[in-house]
């Protein structure tokens, strides 16, 4: 199987506190995968250390079958954070820029990765705007533009449509699907489980473990039954862990 990533028994521990307990993941080239679950799950310390900016304190983690992440690596991963990460006091064409000068491109890279982004986002008559005068969903699409504007094999989204309107997170995520047909991973971390939906395989996070890994309908089925919700399969998967623990 051509996996993108690959873990055995992440983990990561914040002195006494352990934040991922033994994630193992399996994680298809050219696939969405959400990592699923409430806050102080262990989503984003898990995301942190699948792009290299947090170690973990034990297990492993096979990018592309290579087990340390290199800078050469990092440079074929995109990442965009839960928190805007533009910046609003500059224009839309001085952030594209911005980002485009850390990760190297030349002069005519840039202008082509410019318009493309600005085509994307749409937003192509406003790169003159200050990134303060956008709307949340243009925001967005913009940071997302600026996450791979060096054309990333592996992208991390952590809860990227947080706060955004039922309108823009429609349109954000047809734009992740067509970077999927550009063979494009995409790792998402999500509240709302109609975007899980979308997902080819989701894995669901409590208290720094992972309960379940499978597609949405796998594991609809194997909790419950195909027309159950996410949120109740949630739900009951929580459950069923409190009673083993208490069992």
Request: aromatic share 8%; proline share 2%; hydrophobic share 40%.
């Amino acid at each position: 199987m051509d996996y993108a990533i690959y873990t055995e028994n992440l983990t990561k521990k914040f002195g006494e506190f352990i934040a991922v307990n033994n994630v193992s993941l399996k994680i298809k080239q050219g696939s969405i995968y959400g990592l699923l679950g409430s806050n102080g799950s262990g989503k984003s310390t898990t995301i942190r250390m699948l792009c290299g900016i947090l170690k973990p304190t034990s297990g492993k983690i096979y990018l592309w079958q290579n087990e340390n992440i290199t800078d050469e690596l990092k440079l074929k991963i995109g990442y965009m954070s839960q928190k805007f990460s533009l910046y609003p006091s500059l224009t839309i064409k001085e952030n594209i820029k911005f980002y485009a000068n850390l990760y190297g491109l030349n002069e005519d890279l840039l202008n082509i990765r410019m318009q493309e982004i600005m085509k994307m986002a749409g937003i192509v008559d406003k790169k003159d705007y200050l990134v303060s005068q956008l709307s949340g969903g243009w925001k967005q699409r913009l940071a997302l533009g600026c996450a791979i504007i060096h054309k990333p094999k592996l992208l991390f989204l952590d809860e990227p449509t947080s706060g955004a309107d039922p309108k823009a997170r429609k349109i954000f995520w047809q734009i992740i699907e067509d970077l999927i047909k550009q063979n494009i991973t995409v790792i998402v971390t999500t509240h709302f489980m109609e975007e899980a939906e979308l997902c080819h395989k989701i894995g669901f996070l409590h208290a720094g473990k992972l309960l379940i890994e499978d597609t949405p309908l796998n594991i609809k089925k194997s909790v419950a039954d195909e027309n159950t919700s996410l949120n109740k399969v949630f739900a009951l998967l929580v459950k069923q862990k409190a009673v083993n623990n208490d069992a």
